[in-house]
């Protein structure tokens, strides 16, 4: 594949929310730090954003957020007490969040929407194309979705935006695209995009999932985008003015993706993602999957 335009380096992980759904977990402790086995949440997602090539890396954050910026720091107390007992393999884990990438901060401050989260990140992007990862949505290693994506978008140019097939009963809870093929099977061109659209007002059953590969013309719409629906700024709209009109910053193309995705935004999905990944863990796979078989067979 010819590449047309520079390598993108920089990624932006919005993690301001709340985490209401998960009251009371979350009245002290920031969602994204909730453990998915035995990693918080957002560590998959930062180490999804290297994987890519991605190692400067913006966290859009909010008041009570601070063990984010603690877990991505070093701990130098709880590393002497494990050199001193000469634990290297926790040792090593303990290290790992530190020397993952370069990390940087700021809050959102007023919680206006993910549009206004991304427009958050214009004094550190500058002109720069760059990545936009949810922390709610993660994307199994052996599916390199993100890598796809900026492929994608250093040849065609302008942005990129994940999709995936859903159910219809299922569109209104997502930003949904219209789209066009193009000669690649897994990637379409997007011609118009609306936010939780109603079943029959969808116009297909393709649906923003949380990846985006985005051109900084992005920024010079959120500004003057208006809140939405919910009342807030919705980076759908901006999305959906690029799409009509190509002149702004390019074409607007959606990677659509078959692969292995574990939503932890929702109580259910949450568990059934723990359960998934450690039944594919080597060290914790076996046990645990027998623990799983004798358990719904026969203590169910």
């Not at 809050?107 to 194309?129: F, I, K, S, Y």
């Not at 010079?220 to 999305?239: K, N, Y």
Request: hydrophobic content about 40%; proline content about 6%; charged content about 30%.
């Amino acid at each position: 594949m010819t590449q047309l335009h520079p390598v993108i380096k920089k990624a932006v992980i919005p993690a301001a929310g709340l985490g209401t759904r998960f009251l009371p977990a979350t009245k002290a402790t920031p969602k994204e730090m909730l453990p998915v086995v035995d990693k918080p949440a957002i560590q998959y997602v930062v180490e999804e954003a290297v994987s890519a090539g991605l190692d400067d890396i913006l966290m859009i954050t909010g008041r009570n957020k601070r063990a984010l910026e603690d877990h991505f720091d070093r701990n130098y107390e709880l590393e002497s007490a494990l050199i001193a007992k000469g634990d290297d393999d926790r040792l090593k884990k303990v290290q790992e969040s530190s020397d993952l990438a370069t990390m940087h901060y700021v809050r959102q401050g007023d919680p206006r929407g993910l549009g206004h989260a991304v427009l958050c990140a214009e004094p550190h992007v500058g002109n720069e194309t760059f990545a936009v990862l949810l922390g709610d949505d993660l994307i199994d290693p052996r599916d390199p979705l993100l890598r796809r994506m900026t492929e994608i978008q250093q040849s065609a140019g302008g942005t990129v935006v994940a999709l995936m097939e859903v159910d219809p009963s299922q569109v209104h809870l997502y930003g949904c695209a219209a789209v066009e093929p193009t000669d690649d099977a897994d990637v379409v061109r997007i011609t118009g995009l609306v936010e939780k659209p109603d079943a029959q007002d969808a116009p297909s059953n393709y649906a923003v999932i949380g990846r985006y590969v985005l051109d900084p013309a992005i920024f010079g719409i959120l500004r003057e985008t208006e809140p939405g629906r919910g009342g807030e700024i919705q980076l759908t709209d901006a999305l959906q003015k690029l799409a009509v009109d190509e002149t702004i910053g390019g074409p607007v193309h959606g990677v659509v993706f078959r692969g292995r995705r574990y939503d932890t935004g929702d109580r259910g999905d949450y568990l059934r993602a723990i359960v998934r990944l450690a039944c594919e863990r080597e060290d914790l796979g076996p046990e645990f999957r027998t623990w799983l078989r004798h358990y719904v067979t026969e203590e169910m």
